[in-house]
């Protein structure tokens, strides 16, 4: 497989074009390097520094610095747990401990079969519908208990597996 | 009593550009190209009165007059909408709600000071709200909203989300714009100021996405308006992020100086269970939290919070009831924003870590009666001595927690203390 197939290249050429210079648009390369391939590895950091001429060792730079760059695999369904203050107040701990033990993981590991992950991690903005938990970086879901999360990890877990097919 | 809103009214389906036309929408950047000159724009915002809504309180249109009017180099406009305070979660209502509202104030704010591209700053986790504003910009350039010649007038100006990616830091205005431009997101020693050295050395303002949405309003209804709506010296609404221990948690927009306990009990229901207040966070976890006395008499504005040693903030509101264990929220914040300190500065590098070190051993009962002064001792050397304000945000909670609910600390300390906790103890308790 290509790093990027033409439609990426010219989708990155429409994103150079919105800044007076390339180095700006890594931050949104590096999100098309993880929506396509999951995390963001040493090989892929030096194929974008190629692509937009910038040195390794920013990007290494980068990448490190924001949290949500993976720096390794996570599982296909990365589940990312608000503990801050308004989700605390609501149960955001327990939701937190409820996922891991029912997933038999700790905070950053990855489930036996790849196909769950979980972190805590900071305030998401979601403090009014606590506690909480985003998805792969995309999808919020607000306001949950023990039952609506058993439910979401189910319906995660049986559209991965029709996907896979 | 109906309530003002400027921004969050109530009208079905306003995020459609169809409906926020027929609404009036997109008329005040029609008026301002069409009869008013940037500056007489400028000069409007500034009678507003209008203050930041991202916690500094900056008179709006003061700051726009900070850019150069003369000058060969390009000029840009950064909106800010990284939100990542905790309990702030307002500007996502807005780009649900009534995102062509921030597109026609983004607009204004560019034709004001001759801005050529305006970058809006959202953090990585609102991929919603990213997608859905970006529709709402898609849409409007559809329409010559944004583009070349806007409205058949000589100005162009061209509008871009950048997406963040996980840094609370990157909320500070040049911390932001390192980040737009590919690099990590550390902040810079002022000055120079943005408007003299912002974007690639460029002149740059940075504006609150809720500050910019009011300016539509005032362009269509006039500054005097606006400055007549709530308190005077802090003009407008304000969203209201409430979440914790109520019982209607949401967003709320009302007008500066509403009472606090109006907005916790008229619109948030009360508290939850009929239950006690016990502390309430007024603007986002880093501002000096106020007492059960204080919350029942409090209006919310700018200078009714800053006579007792708060701030409006974010106006992100977060309640706790008499069962909160206050040392498990203070060091929940603490660890925050030991996790977000970029690292630059020594006192808010390492002092981050101690108070949330010292906290935890609080919180595990091994701490000792001395701990709270060093807790106060190190906010203090924290505070001030660093380049941006993460220092104060690490450093106001710590020390107003420790100031204003003492006992509930003292609590946690064992009579007999240990004599000595030996360094490699401390080191254990290492956020990992």
Partial sequence: MEFFNEIELKKIDEIKSHYPESKAALLPVLWMVQEKYGWISEDSMKKVGDLLNIPYEHILGVVTFYTMYNKKPVGKIHLQICTNVSCMLRGGYELFKYVSDKLGIKNKEVTADGMFSVEEVECLGSCATAPMLQVNNQNFYENLSQEKVDKLIDSLHSEQKVNNT | ?432
């Fill in chain 2, 1 to 432: 009593m109906e309530n003002m809103k400027i921004i969050l009214k109530d009208i079905p389906d306003l995020h459609k550009i169809e409906v926020y036309e027929s609404n009036g929408g997109y008329s005040a950047l029609e008026k301002a190209l069409k009869k008013m000159t940037p500056d007489e724009v400028i000069n409007e915002v500034k009678t507003s009165n209008l203050r930041g809504r991202g916690g500094a309180c900056f008179y709006t249109g003061l700051k726009w007059t900070f850019m150069p009017k003369e000058t060969p180099k390009p000029k840009y406009l950064c909106c800010n909408g990284d939100e990542s305070e905790p309990g702030s979660f307002k500007d996502r209502e807005i780009f649900e709600k009534n995102p062509h509202q921030f597109i026609e104030g983004t607009l204004l704010a560019c034709y004001a000071m001759g801005i050529k591209a305006a970058y809006v700053y959202i953090r990585g986790e609102y991929y919603k709200w990213i997608n859905l504003l970006q529709n709402a910009i898609d849409d409007a350039y559809k329409k010559g909203y944004i583009g070349k010649n806007i409205l058949g007038s000589e100005f162009s100006t061209d509008i871009y989300i950048h997406r963040g990616a996980g840094a609370y830091i990157c909320g500070e205005e040049s911390a932001l714009m390192n980040s737009v431009e590919g690099k990590r997101g550390y902040p810079r020693v002022k000055p120079p100021f943005p408007a003299a050295y912002g974007l690639w050395g460029n002149p740059t303002t940075i504006n609150n996405i809720e500050t910019l949405s009011n300016i539509p309003e005032i362009i269509k209804n006039g500054g005097q308006w606006f400055s007549k709506i709530g308190e005077p010296k802090h003009p407008g609404t304000l969203l209201f992020g409430v979440s914790g221990h109520v019982n209607k948690p949401g967003v709320y927009e009302l007008e500066t100086g509403t009472p606090l306990m109006t907005i916790i009990n008229d619109y948030c229901g009360g508290v939850t269970d009929g239950k006690e207040i016990k502390m309430v966070i007024p603007g986002g976890s880093s501002m000096p939290p106020l007492t059960k006395e204080e919350a029942l008499t409090i209006k919310m504005d700018d200078a009714s919070l800053k006579a007792i040693g708060s701030a409006i903030g974010t106006a992100g509101v977060m309640v706790m009831n008499e069962e909160a264990d206050i040392v498990k929220v203070l060091l929940r914040i603490s660890k925050f924003y030991y996790h977000e300190s970029c690292g630059q500065c020594t006192p808010c590098r390492e002092g981050t870590g101690w108070m949330m070190r010292v906290l935890k051993r609080i919180d595990e009962g091994k701490g000792r009666m001395s701990d709270l002064d060093l807790l106060i001792e190190v906010a203090q050397n924290i505070e001030g001595n660093t380049i941006c304000a993460l220092g104060d945000a690490a450093a106001w909670p710590v020390k107003w927690t420790i100031k204003k609910f003492r006992k509930e600390f003292e609590a946690k300390i064992p009579e007999v203390e240990e004599k000595s906790v030996p360094l490699n103890k401390v080191h254990s308790l290492r956020y990992s």
